[in-house]
């Protein structure tokens, strides 16, 4: 009978531990398709908004030159008033879930918690997702980067 080498133990364990992160990045952001936006020279990041329909979320992963990414989506309310959230909450950021839209709803991808897309610019705390400081120029929303970059620490 052949003996089992701790080395074929480590092995498997790793195997183990990656597969399971691998299925974990691939399930976290099933559904939602992020469009990948970066800082112009001014430091700031200019979307159009024209074609956002009321009742309707995209998602954005932000990328500057110093490789901090960010998470947030941009909404448009029934009201056709245009909201903007980090796409993490205050409780549950370090388990990296997000939020998904459905029927108007922001829901929670951890606690599924929902809160209405009408109320994301009304404050943050708890399951609730944290807005951003953002302006609209007509049809078009602009992000400073530095309001962007103070959602960093939700996505290190």
């Given at each position: 009978m052949k003996q089992f080498k701790?080395?074929?133990?480590?092995?498997?364990?790793?195997?183990?531990?990656?597969?399971?992160y691998l299925a974990d990045a691939i399930l976290l952001d099933q559904g939602r398709q992020f469009?990948?936006?970066?800082?112009?020279?001014?430091?700031?990041?200019?979307?159009?908004?024209?074609?956002?329909?009321?009742?309707?979320?995209?998602?954005?992963?932000?990328?500057?030159?110093?490789?901090?990414?960010?998470?947030?989506?941009?909404?448009?309310?029934?009201?056709?008033?245009?909201?903007?959230?980090?796409?993490?909450?205050?409780?549950?950021?370090?388990?990296k879930r997000g939020f998904r839209f459905h029927d108007g709803w922001m829901v929670s991808n951890k606690c599924d918690t929902a809160t209405r897309l009408s109320d994301v610019s009304s404050g943050s705390g708890g399951c609730r997702?944290?807005?951003?400081?953002?302006?609209?120029?007509?049809?078009?929303l602009i992000l400073e980067e530095t309001d962007i970059l103070s959602g960093w620490r939700y996505f290190r």
């Open positions: 701790p080395v074929y133990g480590i092995a498997l364990i790793a195997c183990f531990v990656s597969l399971a469009e990948r936006v970066a800082p112009d020279r001014d430091g700031r990041v200019v979307l159009d908004v024209s074609s956002l329909a009321a009742s309707e979320v995209n998602f954005y992963r932000f990328l500057n030159s110093g490789n901090q990414e960010v998470k947030f989506f941009v909404g448009r309310d029934e009201n056709r008033i245009v909201h903007v959230a980090f796409d993490a909450s205050e409780n549950d950021y370090k388990r997702p944290e807005p951003v400081r953002h302006r609209l120029d007509g049809d078009r």
